[in-house]
């Protein structure tokens, strides 16, 4: 069966973005994922969705608590799984921004509820004006590249369901802790598109281009324990045997 679009995007994007730093691998990764929404795979697929749900008003995306030097900011969208929108995108931006004024500040970012992250908001594809608009507005807003410039201090503790975003926004952290229940999975080239948080950029550093590749074409979930043998989590530990160290 000949590759979809998508699927020969994204072998051209790992090709191109290995070579490349992370602030312009992003910019690329964005671009592809971009031109790849106005295209006739994401079309269809947009097409074949469920009416979105109707908008919720929340006040809290992200719970931010501080204790000493630990900021922890916890993903809090727990009746959608954790699903990552634009209110989630500021506030994590908003919660690194304080670690990126203060050295002194080291950074946990997990999930409330069963799962750690569903991955992008459904309600919110294709409701940006243009690809070109999207485009510009990932690349200025990006938690991965915030992600990044502070990573030997940024940890993530992830659990349940970790789903694009979910996935791919912690491997640009300097430390991944995975619970015994995570497991992890791109759905991105399914829906006519790539990785759009960075995991383009971030998977491949932590695994190799031809295993980030499995991950997004096939759409498979790994769980936390081949996640640590590839290197995509750097331990895998229960809540006690974190409390404990």
Partial sequence: MEDSVAARALDLLLFAAESLDVPRALVVESATYSLLQAGPEH?????????????????????????????????????????????????????????????????????AGANFCSGGDLDEFGTLADPASAHLLRVARSVGRAVHELRERVTFVVHGACVGAGTELPAFAGRVVARPDATFRLPEVAMGLVPGAGGTVSLPRRIGRERAGWLARSGEAIDARTALEWGLVDSVEDAMEEERQ
């Fill in 43 to 111: 079309q269809a697929w947009l097409a074949a969705r469920p009416p979105r749900r109707a908008p919720v008003d929340e006040a809290e995306p992200v719970r931010v608590s501080r204790a000493g030097d630990e900021l922890r900011l916890t993903l809090n969208r727990p009746h959608v799984r954790n699903a990552y929108n634009a209110a989630m995108r500021e506030a994590l931006l908003d919660g690194l921004a304080i670690a990126g004024a203060d050295p002194d500040v080291r950074v946990v970012i997990d999930g």
